[in-house]
């Protein structure tokens, strides 16, 4: 198994860009997760999702959306990149009440 | 704002050194975990705490989570190098969310 993965490892936008961050599991998990890391600040929640079909906010959903098609992908989608999302994103999956398994996250730079 | 916090932010000890980070909730936590993350890495699932007053200990490391379930420590005895990183807890808040407490960034001094 690849647990998950994410695409790409690093970007750099300009301010006013949009674009997808890639996430992928094959462990069949049914919850899936985006956090940001930001120095001091931990990882927080933006959005995560249930289940096929089912997305929800988490602490900090502005600025993104996200969809859940298929168990497998949950991409995150930046409509117009600001600084302020200057961050690293986090990718995770778990199954019921256990562990959360993260991605290798996504170095991202707005200029 | 934060509602799961961390401290101390930063820990410096010498090699051979006890560590202890301590995690509080604004909320009783069903359950709470705590991860570990190498500099440059991702999150790595440690451990998960359930019963209220548990104490579960893996090798050198002993976590407790407290008897009103709202707070949590994490105790290191005679850190190593190899403990290097950043240590989060973590529980669910408000249903399906999942927090991540602030971290403990923890640096052994050779």
């Known amino acids: 198994n690849a647990g998950v993965t994410q695409t790409p490892k690093f970007q750099v936008l300009k301010t006013g860009q949009s674009m997808t961050l890639q996430c992928a599991q094959d462990m069949n998990h049914e919850y899936m997760s985006w956090y940001r890391q930001d120095p001091g600040m931990g990882l927080r929640l933006i959005h995560y999702s249930v289940g096929a079909g089912i997305t929800d906010q988490g602490e900090v959903p502005n600025g993104y959306n996200v969809s859940r098609s298929t168990t497998e992908d949950f991409p995150l989608r930046l409509l117009s990149a600001a600084p302020s999302q200057t961050s690293v994103y986090f990718c995770?999956?778990?199954?019921?009440?256990?562990?959360?398994?993260f991605g290798p996250g996504t170095r991202l730079t707005v200029t | 704002g934060q509602q799961v916090m961390q401290i101390p932010q930063y820990q410096h000890v010498q090699e051979g050194e006890d560590f202890t980070t301590y995690c509080n909730s604004s909320?009783?936590?069903?359950?709470i975990q705590w991860y570990k993350q190498r500099p440059g890495g991702h999150p790595v699932f440690l451990i998960q705490?359930?019963?209220?007053?548990e104490v579960k200990k893996q090798k050198r490391l002993t976590f407790q989570f407290g008897e009103a379930k709202k707070n949590s420590s994490l105790h290191i005895t005679a850190t190593q190098t190899t403990d290097v990183g950043t240590y989060f807890c973590?529980?669910?808040?408000?249903?399906?969310?999942?927090?991540f407490g602030t971290g403990t960034s923890l640096t052994v001094i050779p």
């Open positions: 909320t009783t936590l069903s359950n």
């Open positions: 973590a529980g669910p808040l408000g249903g399906n969310q999942f927090y």
């Open positions: 995770a999956s778990k199954t019921g009440g256990y562990e959360q398994y």
């Open positions: 705490l359930v019963k209220s007053g």
